[in-house]
């Protein structure tokens, strides 16, 4: 089975190329939490990495998971460059749980971060040449069971970032915010938002405290009225994984 946490698609992009090749299911970690894996043979985890850590709802998801302790567990994240402790965070809260995992790797696609940056994730459409011959490798060394870290390992810059002082203010800049003026409430962001933590208030959607910046609302709203760290968010800089469509990313 491969748990999957995504916000603009490219995560669950990936989980599904995996599970093709690996003739495994794929299962959302929001769905997880209800579902029955002990006697799964094999879990993987496949996640964003935000912030050079794991996003904040995946740390969460995974703490409170239920997992079999003797299946084959590897952790595969999708990112634009940098991972530094995104491996690493949840392979400690696997192992405070006594599951070790066996296989670690990550793959680079176009940064849905990108836009609050000023740049254009789709203009970084160039990684999906690169990334088809690693998951290919990453599927056979999977299949073969090897043990094998990659990227898993501590860095001190990664978890000074994620402590809880320097985040609060580092958070902040990619915290998504509603444009009441191009608001008009048509809900497609309450829908996107993994964490439902999005609803509508007098007409307008209005984001709670439980954002763990997937960016979702940003990329899918038909009209551009989630903005990021202050900037006018362009039709041309939203991003989605091109398979990906918007009701791949809706909660059941
Ligand atoms: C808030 C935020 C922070 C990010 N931080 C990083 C980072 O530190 N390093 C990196 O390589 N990519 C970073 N990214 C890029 C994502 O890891 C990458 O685009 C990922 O594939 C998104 O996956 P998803 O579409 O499944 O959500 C960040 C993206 C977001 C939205």
Not at 180 to 185: H, Y
């Amino acid at each position: 089975m491969i748990l999957y946490f995504s916000g603009s698609g490219n995560s669950l992009a990936i989980a599904r190329q995996l599970a093709e090749k690996l003739d495994e299911r794929t299962m959302s970690l929001y769905d997880a939490l209800d579902a029955d894996l002990l006697d799964e043979k094999r879990i993987g985890l496949v996640y964003p990495t935000y912030w050079l850590d794991a996003p904040m709802a995946v740390k969460q998801l995974v703490a409170q998971l239920t997992l079999p302790k003797k299946a084959y567990t590897f952790i595969v994240i999708t990112c634009g460059a940098l991972t530094n402790n995104a491996i690493w965070s949840v392979r400690k809260l696997l192992k405070q749980k006594d599951i070790q995992v066996s296989y670690s790797h990550k793959i680079r696609v176009p940064d849905s971060s990108a836009l609050a940056f000023g740049r254009n994730p789709n203009a970084q459409a160039w990684k999906f040449d690169k990334y088809a011959s690693r998951i290919d490798l990453i599927a056979s060394e999977i299949l073969n069971e090897k043990q094998r870290l990659h990227f898993s390992g501590f860095d001190p810059f990664g978890w000074l970032l994620n402590t809880s002082a320097v985040s609060r203010k580092v958070y902040r800049f990619t915290l998504p915010v509603v444009n009441p003026d191009k608001c008009v409430g048509c809900q497609i962001c309450t829908k996107v938002c993994p964490q439902t933590n999005i609803h509508l208030s007098t007409g307008k959607a209005c984001i709670g405290d439980r954002c763990t910046m997937c960016l979702s609302c940003v990329h899918f709203c038909p009209h551009q009225a989630v903005e990021v760290a202050g900037k006018t968010t362009l039709a041309e800089r939203q991003y989605h994984h091109p398979s990906i469509e918007m009701h791949d990313l809706i909660r059941r």
